[in-house]
């Protein structure tokens, strides 16, 4: 087993699909130089839809996963970063006002920010939830001033913005015991599309505006990003899955033969083929099926998933500013045509996201590795601002700074 050198810091991401489970590894020495080295895939066991169905089940799935990850690369793993998908997840806006002085401006300081953060993220959650993320969309300072950072501008009155993305605390600690049970720490739990959206993206692209879309296994999530700043988040219960029923069922093809069937022959531009047919192997011998039954039996399923795009990102307050245009992952972002129908669709240019090179079909394991590399860039960042403020004097003047803002 290899060990990490001296500098070196290794993140491993987790990514709890309702059909596979994915692990990744990620090593660094600062926000310049990550390294992929190497992700592993194992069918997922013990979840049932959006719960726990069988935790020792789950427990020994995340084991195989990670030691599967673990012998690929020779590198030992402890801590683990769980990501979970839009099944897991519900999505919430909340606000927050605060006062600031009763007479008179002061300046706004971090101290001030922190509280509109932690009141909104109180009057936004339930008893039975936890916050994975808080996105500030934007704070006002006064009702007039519009700001991004409002540390250092005078105001009477802040107010804050958030886009939050929540889950239910009792799956949560059910996915924690899970991890611990597997005999692994658990890190982070985060998102895991918005873990996509940072590595299959750039700043210049999001900054620019662009639509991103994370298509699962059973749900799709669509993220929207302007200037930056995650704006809009929507859940499709639409995936990958709709598109396998549908073959198996029209076709009555066993759901493992109706995926292979999809990967290979599966079009998503509308009727091709004609009376042309494949041959398809079953256990008693091989099967002619018609290229045309195939289109016939996804083409409503593609029909509605491309409309929900449509109306969510046409009908987006931010559409006419999406400048970088939709940027696609995961597995169904393969499905030939699908990108040239959202294209027409939206008016927009759709290109899929590679999150690295030198991995094939990299788009399915975005999520994943995001995971990995999120985790190991707010680390570094976090410890840049530890250095920045490492003398005391420093830490001591800046808490009397804000403790005077506070009260005068």
């Known amino acids: 087993m290899i060990g990490k050198l001296k500098g070196e810091k290794l993140s491993c991401g987790l990514d709890l699909g309702v059909q596979t489970m994915k692990a990744s590894l990620v090593r660094t020495k600062d926000s310049e130089n990550l ?20 935790l020792n089940e789950l427990s020994d799935c995340i084991q195989k996963a990670v030691s599967g990850l673990i012998s690929k690369t020779g590198y030992k793993v402890k801590l683990v970063n769980v990501g979970l998908g839009g099944d897991l997840i519900g999505v919430r806006e909340s606000g927050s006002v605060i006062p600031l002085v009763d007479h008179g401006n002061k300046v706004i300081s971090a101290l001030d920010v922190k509280k509109v953060r932690h009141q909104a993220r109180m009057l936004g959650i339930r008893l039975e939830e936890d916050i994975l993320h808080d996105f500030p969309r934007f704070y006002k300072v006064d009702d007039v001033n519009t700001a991004i950072n409002p540390v250092g501008l005078y105001g009477r009155k802040l107010c804050g913005q958030f886009l939050l993305v929540i889950t239910n605390m009792t799956k949560l600690r059910n996915i924690a015991k899970a991890v611990n049970q597997a005999g692994y720490e658990l890190g982070r739990t985060y998102f895991s599309s918005y873990a996509a959206s940072q590595v299959a993206t750039t700043a210049k692209t999001r900054s620019q505006g662009v639509a991103f879309i994370d298509i699962g296994s059973t749900s799709t999530s669509v993220l929207i990003y302007q200037d930056g700043i995650l704006q809009q988040i929507e859940i499709i219960s639409w995936g990958g899955v709709n598109v396998t029923q549908s073959i198996a069922g029209q076709l009555s093809l066993v759901l493992d033969l109706a995926e292979d069937i999809k990967k290979s022959h599966a079009v998503a531009v509308g009727v091709l083929g004609g009376e042309e047919e494949i041959l398809v192997k079953r256990e008693t011998g091989y099967m002619p099926i018609k290229r045309l039954g195939i289109s016939q039996a996804i083409g409503p399923e593609i029909e509605r998933f491309v409309a929900q795009v449509k109306k969510i990102i046409t009908e987006s307050p931010y559409y006419h500013h999406l400048n970088s245009g939709v940027v696609m992952v995961g597995g169904g972002s393969l499905l030939p045509g699908l990108i040239e129908r959202i294209e027409e669709a939206t008016n927009l240019k759709v290109t899929t996201g590679v999150p690295t090179q030198g991995l094939n079909n990299s788009v399915v394991y975005a999520g994943v590795i995001g995971l990995a590399q999120i985790n190991t860039v707010e680390s570094l960042s976090a410890a840049a601002n530890r250095q920045q403020s490492t003398k005391w004097t420093a830490r001591v003047s800046n808490a009397f700074k804000e403790l005077y803002q506070e009260y005068f």
């Open 35 to 54: 390294e992929l080295l190497g992700v592993h895939e194992v069918k997922t066991a013990g979840l049932r839809g959006p719960a726990v169905s069988d």
